[in-house]
C-alpha cells in the first residue's frame, strides 16, 4: 500500500511542479510580449515620417552646361582623301525648383 501511495504522491507532486512552471510562463509571456512590442515601435519610431502618396513635396535642384568639341583634319592623297574626325564633350547638369505633388481620395 505505502508503495502506492509513494507513486501517487510523486504523480501529485509532478503535477504541482508542471502546473506552477506553466503558470510563470504564462504570466512572463505577457510581458515579453510587451517587451517585444516595445523594441518594434521603438525601431519604426527612428524610420520617421512615413511616405503619404496623395501628398508630397521636395526640392530638385539641375543644371546643364554642355561644351562639344569636334576637329576634322583631311590630308589629300594622289589615290584620294583621308579624314580624320576627333570629337570630345563635356556635359554638367542641374535645374533648381521645388517639386509639389497633391491628389485627391476617389469618393
Known sequence: MTM???????TIEYSVLIIVLLGALLTTSVYIKRGIQGRWKAAVDDLGDQYDPLYASGQ?????????????LTTQ????????????????????GVLKIEAQQAR
Open 60 to 72: 530638385k535642384t539641375q543644371s546643364l552646361d554642355s561644351i562639344e568639341k569636334t576637329k576634322v
Open 77 to 96: 592623297f594622289p589615290n584620294g582623301l583621308i579624314t580624320v574626325r576627333h570629337d570630345s564633350s563635356f556635359v554638367n547638369e542641374t535645374v533648381t
Open 4 to 10: 502506492i501511495m509513494q507513486k501517487g504522491q510523486t
